[in-house]
């Protein structure tokens, strides 16, 4: 069945950039749109970037608007997320996602299939 494999996250300090990264197995990785979340202990899960593979501009939330870019690699079936000048606020466990539509949405419950999580603490 698919999975998605995260890898990347850790400690970093504020200014510093990361890249994370999102494995797609056994599905052909265009036949869906994909998608980061981050989640903080006690809160829901927030949406920060979506990317189909339809030519669509990706979308990403306002509060990593301009820090963040979110791509794919097609050839290698991974998600990546890369984010620059990150801030103590960034600090959660970061999760990417997959629907079975090509229709990317901000919505946590339109996606389908998810990896495990990735922390990334960003120390001030």
């Known amino acids: 069945h698919e999975q998605l494999v995260q890898s990347g996250g850790g400690w970093v300090q504020t200014g510093d950039s990361l890249t994370l990264s999102c494995r797609v197995s056994e599905d052909p990785f265009r036949n869906g749109a994909m998608a980061w979340f981050r989640q903080v202990p006690g809160k829901e899960r927030e949406f920060v970037a979506a990317?189909?593979?339809?030519?669509?501009?990706?979308s990403l939330a306002n509060s990593v608007k301009g820090r963040a870019t979110v791509s794919g690699d097609l050839t290698d079936n991974t998600l990546y997320l890369q984010m620059n000048n990150l801030k103590p606020t960034d600090t959660a466990e970061y999760f990417c996602a997959r629907r079975r539509n090509m229709i990317f949405s901000l919505a946590a419950s339109d996606y389908q299939t998810w990896g495990k999580g990735t922390l990334v603490t960003v120390s001030s």
């Open positions: 990317v189909n593979w339809l030519g669509d501009t990706p």
